[in-house]
C-alpha cells in the first residue's frame, strides 16, 4: 500500500520479555517520527529521524528504549525488559518534508501489552 | 507541553455544522495551526493547516482569528464517520521541530 505500515499490529509480551517493532515509513519520505500513546491520551513524542540520523530522542522515556533507521527507510523501535507500564499505542509517522511544514501520514500503530 | 486548549467534549447532530473551537493564545509567529483527527483504533488523519489566512479543503474549513490566538474548525455537514477525538495543534517546522506535541484534544460525537 502506499501508506505508513506497521508491524506487528498488536503484541503481547510477558513482563521482562524485549519487543520489537516495525514501521515502513511511505517510500521518500525523510522524516520519520515515533510516538506513544496510553490509553486514553493523546500521542506523545518519542523520537525523530531524518532520514538515517536519530536527530532527536528526548522523548524516549528510559534506556530500555531504542529507535534505529540504518538505512534511512524502515525503522525499528525496541524495547528491552518490557513493564506493565510500557503498555500502549506506539505510532510511527513520516513526512517528505525536511523543512516547511510538511504534513505527516501516520500508520495505525502497534499495541502492545504486557503482562 | 500542548500549547494549545480545546474543550473536552462535544455533540453535533447529523447534517448539521461542527464548529470546534481551539485556543492558543501563545502562538509564535511562524507556528502554524493544525488540525489532526483520530478515529477509534486508528492512528491520527491529517484535516487541515493555516498560518493566518482561513484555509478550505474537501474535508473542512479552518476559521483563525486575526490575532492568531485561537481557531475554529468547522465540518460542514457532520456525519455519523466524524465522530473522533479532534487534535488542534501548535507547530513549528524543520527538524524535529516540525514534531506534533498532542494535547486531549475534544471528543466529537456525531449523534443520528
Known amino acids: 500500500g502506499a501508506g505508513v505500515s506497521q508491524s506487528p499490529r498488536y503484541k503481547v509480551a510477558k513482563r521482562g520479555q524485549d519487543v520489537a517493532l516495525r514501521c515502513d515509513p511511505i517510500?521518500?519520505?525523510?522524516?520519520l517520527f515515533w510516538y506513544q500513546q496510553a490509553l486514553g491520551q493523546g500521542p506523545e513524542f518519542l523520537t525523530y529521524?531524518?532520514?538515517?540520523?536519530?536527530?532527536?530522542k528526548s522523548g524516549l522515556p528510559s534506556d530500555r528504549f531504542f529507535a534505529e533507521r540504518p538505512e534511512g527507510s524502515v525503522s525499528t523501535l525496541k524495547i528491552q525488559r518490557t513493564q506493565q507500564e510500557d503498555s500502549a499505542v506506539y505510532l510511527c509517522a513520516s513526512s517528505l518534508a525536511l523543512t516547511g511544514p510538511g504534513e505527516l501520514f501516520f500508520g495505525e500503530g502497534s499495541r502492545l501489552t504486557v503482562l | 507541553d500542548a500549547k494549545t486548549t480545546q474543550p473536552t467534549s462535544m455533540d453535533c447532530a447529523e447534517g448539521r455544522a461542527a464548529n470546534l473551537p481551539c485556543n492558543h493564545s501563545?502562538?509564535?509567529?511562524?507556528?502554524?495551526v493544525y488540525w489532526y483527527r483520530q478515529i477509534h483504533s486508528q492512528g491520527p488523519q491529517y484535516i487541515i493547516h493555516g498560518l493566518k489566512n482561513n484555509e478550505t479543503n474537501e474535508m473542512a474549513s479552518l476559521i483563525i482569528t486575526e490575532d492568531r490566538k485561537s481557531s475554529t474548525l468547522i465540518l460542514p455537514h457532520a456525519t455519523l464517520r466524524d465522530t473522533a477525538v479532534y487534535y488542534c495543534i501548535v507547530r513549528g517546522y524543520g527538524g524535529s521541530q516540525g514534531n506534533l506535541i498532542f494535547g486531549k484534544g475534544t471528543k466529537l460525537s456525531v449523534k443520528p
Open positions: 501563545t502562538i509564535s509567529g511562524n507556528e502554524y
Open positions: 529521524f531524518q532520514n538515517e540520523a536519530q536527530l532527536d
Open positions: 517510500s521518500g519520505h525523510v522524516s
